[in-house]
């Protein structure tokens, strides 16, 4: 059969050329470019192989095999001994786990996260929301910080997010600031406070875990190095002043106060009192009708003081606290029931010093509470 009119009127150069020209254009599109390729073998050096891996690494899908199936989750061995918690995280590459309650959500906290200095590609996040309307909103407007700071400059990107919601129902169904620290109701809001960071941390504290930073959602001002001011000091528990900016009504300038009173050293009228309740009674400290005489970490901070000062504590609050990981995985955790009269982060203190680990407080390094 002749060949057709067009074809046998084109030059075999043409064709040549036609098709070097084509081949390099498939290249051209098919081919990424080396920074986009580095890039890529960046982030998935850094994927979970498995749905088994810790959260603390975001998981994708393997490919399947040529036979249909996909490839057996591998068995992975973590030696913790040669896992650090030290004085320079970022030099070591330590893996923080930031966890948060949250109830609502303030565009400040996430605004505050995104200027830590601390490598976001070593940052893992984790949240935990009451299943409420207010919750339901909390989770909606999360997810949209999310997504908007996960599909931006990778600089910016955390290695893993997780958000829980909880299986069981807040106590207190307001969450207005003067209903929440209400006196009567501080055991019930704070035993379903302990059960909420307990779910948390057993949930989404990986292998890989050196650090877990408990930052409290309504935190809305931190110094940038956070992290590593308060990993500087080499401590197991580890908790900065918490501070509330305002406007005084006298004298209509800027001011702060004390915000948090949880962080505090013992006394002895604190014991005495202690001995003489019942053993389901717990004391909750900040309270006139609850007088304990404890030194505050709150009523000690000077702001011309040396930020680096430490002393040592017998309570802690929770609103910035750093942990270093093995703290936690040696069993201790918030206690959603009177130990030794104390609960959630006063008990976690106490029961971190049984276990041998000590706590300790910057009266004069500030974090910021939003003021409602």
Known sequence: MAAPRALRRTSPITLLLAGLLTLGFLIFIFSPSSSTSSSTTRFRSKVASNPLSPPTSPFRKQSLKANG???????VHYLLNNLTTSSDPIEQQETVLILTPLARFYPGYWENLLRLSYPHELIALGFIIPKTREGNAATAALQAAIAKTQSGPEKKRFASISILRQDFDPPIASQNEAERHKLENQKARRASMSRARNS????????????????DADIIETPPSLIQDLAWHDKPIIVPNCYQR???????????RPYDYNSWQDSAPAKELANRLSND????????????????????????????????????????????????????????????????????AKMAKRLG???????????????E
């Open 69 to 75: 199936q996909r490839t057996p989750p591998p068995v």
């Open 200 to 215: 948390l941390l057993f949930t989404t504290l990986g292998p890989m875990t050196s650090w877990v930073l408990w930052l």
């Open 246 to 256: 305002y406007t005084d009504a006298t004298t209509k300038q800027a001011a702060t």
């Open 281 to 348: 009674d717990i004391i909750i400290e900040g309270y006139a009708e609850m007088p304990t005489w404890r030194t505050l970490m709150a009523h000690l901070a000077n702001a011309n003081g040396n930020p680096q000062e430490v002393m040592q504590l017998d309570g802690v609050g929770g609103t910035a606290l750093l942990v270093k990981a093995e703290v936690h995985r040696d069993g201790a955790m918030f206690p959603p029931f009177p130990f030794y009269h104390l609960i959630e982060t006063e008990g976690f």
């Open 357 to 371: 680990w000590g706590s300790w407080g910057l009266p004069n390094y500030f974090v910021y509470h939003f003021n």
